[in-house]
C-alpha cells in the first residue's frame, strides 16, 4: 500500500534528521529551495531520501516538494507525492523540539485527491498518518478529534504567525482571548493539525493567504480522518496541490468551534480597509 511506503520514507528521513542534529548540523544552510525559504541540510538529505524510497519503491510518480520543487519522475505517474522534508525547519534549527517530516500521496491535483498522508514528529519519534476512507492513526492506534460542542471559551486554538501576515494574526489571538480562549503559537502546521487530530489541542487557524500545499497536505487529511472540521479555500479558489498555491484553512474539533473562529476571523479582519490584505479571502 501507499502508505507503507510513506511510512517508510518518513521514518528514514527522521533518522538522517536526527542524525544530523545530534552532529550539530542542524543549522547549515545550503541554498534556496524551490519554494524560495532557505534549504538547510537537514531537508537537502531528508528530501533526498524520501526521492531514493519512492524511486525503489513507486519507480514512476511525480514530487511537490519544497526543495526540488515539481518533477515527474518516469512516465506514467500513478501518484503525485507531496513533501516537506522538514516542517518547522526554523524550529529544528534552534533545536526547538518540534519539527516534522511531512509526505502525501494524491491521485489527482487537488486536496480532495489526497489518498494517504503521513506527518512523523522527528524529535519525540511520534507517527501520525491517514488512509482516505479509512481513518486517522498515531503510533497504529486510531484517533479523533476530541468530543466536545464547546465554542472558543476555555478551548485550546493554535495560530500560525509568520512574519508575512505582518500583524494580521495578532489582531486574531486578541479576538480569541476576548472569548476565553487559549493561544498557542508551536511553528509547524503538520505538526499542530496532527496534534488536533489527536485531540491534544481544539483549533488551528492558518488564515493570512501564505499557507503552502506542502505544509499542509498530509496534515489535512489526517485532520479529515480524525472528523476535524475544515474550511480550506485558495488565493486560486481550486485548492490545488501545486507549489505555487497558497491557501487559507481553519480546523476545528466541531462546528461550532469553526463557526465561532469565522466569525472572530471577519469581525477582526473587517476593522481595516481591504488594501492592507493583499491575500485577504471572504469567507
Known sequence: M???????????????????????????????????????????????????????????FKVISEELGEKVFGREPRYTIIIDPVDGSNNAKRDIPLYSVSIAAAQGNTFDDLVAGVVRLVPLGREYYAIKGQGAYMDGSKIEVKPSDNGVSKSIISINFPSKAYFIPS????????????????????????????????????????????????????????????????????????????????????????NELIEIYKECIGIYPRRYFANFINL
Do not use: C, F, M, P
Open 171 to 258: 489582531l486574531i489571538v486578541h479576538g480569541i482571548a476576548l472569548r476565553g480562549g487559549v493561544v498557542r503559537v508551536l511553528g509547524a502546521v503538520s505538526v499542530e493539525v496532527a496534534l488536533l487530530a489527536a485531540g491534544a489541542i481544539d483549533g488551528y487557524i492558518d488564515a493570512w493567504g501564505t499557507l503552502r500545499t506542502v505544509d499542509y497536505a498530509a496534515a489535512y487529511l489526517i485532520a479529515k480522518e480524525a472528523g476535524a472540521k475544515i474550511l480550506l479555500s485558495s488565493l486560486s479558489s481550486s485548492n490545488l496541490l501545486s507549489l505555487k498555491e497558497r491557501l487559507v484553512t481553519i480546523v476545528s474539533r466541531n462546528s461550532r468551534l469553526l
Open 2 to 60: 501507499i502508505i507503507d511506503i510513506l511510512r517508510e520514507a518518513a521514518l528514514e528521513a527522521s533518522k538522517v534528521v536526527t542524525e544530523l542534529e545530534e552532529e550539530g548540523k542542524g543549522n547549515i544552510a545550503v541554498g534556496r529551495g524551490s519554494g524560495g525559504d532557505v534549504t538547510l541540510l537537514i531537508d537537502k538529505v531528508a528530501e533526498e531520501t524520501i526521492i531514493e524510497i519512492l524511486r525503489q519503491e513507486l519507480g514512476d
